[in-house]
T-cell receptor, first 116, second 113 residues
Framework: DGGITQSPKYLFRKEGQNVTLSCEQN?????MYWYRQDPGQGLRLIYY???????QKGDIAEGYSVSREKKESFPLTVTSAQKNPTAFYLC???????????????FGQGTRLTVV | AQSVSQHNHHVILSEAASLELGCNYS??????LFWYVQYPGQHLQLLLK??????LVKGIKGFEAEFIKSKFSFNLRKPSVQWSDTAEYFC???????????FGPGTSLSVIP
């Protein structure tokens, strides 16, 4: 089955440690995204990538880093510089074809990160 | 910058009441429009989408949305809600010229039996 896989589903981290969240897709999508979801704040874009080896900051990129070495993979690292990392993180992907007619985003099931 | 706004942060309805959730976007070009739903403890699911054609779009579970281009709006409607519709609803936009999904802040719907 095609889809987006995020792992792990739940993640605990000690304060001051970096942690990497995995996102893999087999939909042959060019674009991938990371969002953070907090209660009452909706989905906020952290980083996005439209092509391999390229990515752009979203609205709340501080304290996060990403890489896009392969089309299928877009891991997100939550660094110790992120002041409030406890949240639900969603990965998404979509076709990236410029003026796409039927581009839509597909989502993974999310990773809930808790800093202890 | 492109943005999406949703009119209501939290909506409380009784079962069988009608629902309308507002969504407006700020982008002058052509857009793809979506409504996603997130049931408690679950991941995002696509309710419906609009790419082109008939501006009245039918989705799953009896939901529909109407695209009004002149108002930059894509409001979600359901004639009669059920307790099981209790969820968070997100409007989203993909501007055709940009490969970026822009979400609204979400509306939390609580349906009282």
């Amino acid at each position: 089955d095609g889809g987006i896989t995020q792992s792990p589903k739940y993640l605990f981290r000690k304060e001051g440690q970096n942690v990497t969240l995995s996102c893999e897709q087999n939909l042959n999508h060019d674009a991938m995204y990371w969002y953070r979801q907090d209660p009452g704040q909706g989905l906020r874009l952290i980083y996005y990538s439209q092509i391999v080896n390229d990515f752009q900051k979203g609205d709340i990129a501080e304290g996060y880093s990403v890489s896009r070495e392969k089309k299928e993979s877009f891991p997100l690292t939550v660094t110790s510089a992120q002041k409030n990392p406890t949240a639900f993180y969603l990965c998404a992907s979509s076709y990236s074809t410029g003026d796409a007619v039927n581009t839509e985003a597909f989502f993974g099931q999310g990773t809930r990160l808790t800093v202890v | 910058a492109q943005s999406v706004s949703q009119h209501n942060h939290h909506v409380i309805l009784s079962e069988a009441a009608s629902l309308e959730l507002g969504c407006n976007y700020s982008y002058g070009g052509t857009v793809n429009l979506f409504w996603y739903v997130q049931y408690p403890g679950q991941h995002l699911q696509l309710l419906l989408k609009y790419f082109s054609g008939d501006p009245l779009v039918k989705g799953i579970k009896g939901f529909e949305a109407e695209f009004i281009k002149s108002k930059f709006s894509f409001n979600l409607r359901k004639p009669s809600v059920q307790w099981s519709d209790t969820a968070e609803y997100f409007c989203a936009v993909i501007p055709r010229a940009y490969d970026k999904v822009i979400f609204g802040p979400g509306t939390s719907l609580s349906v009282i039996p």
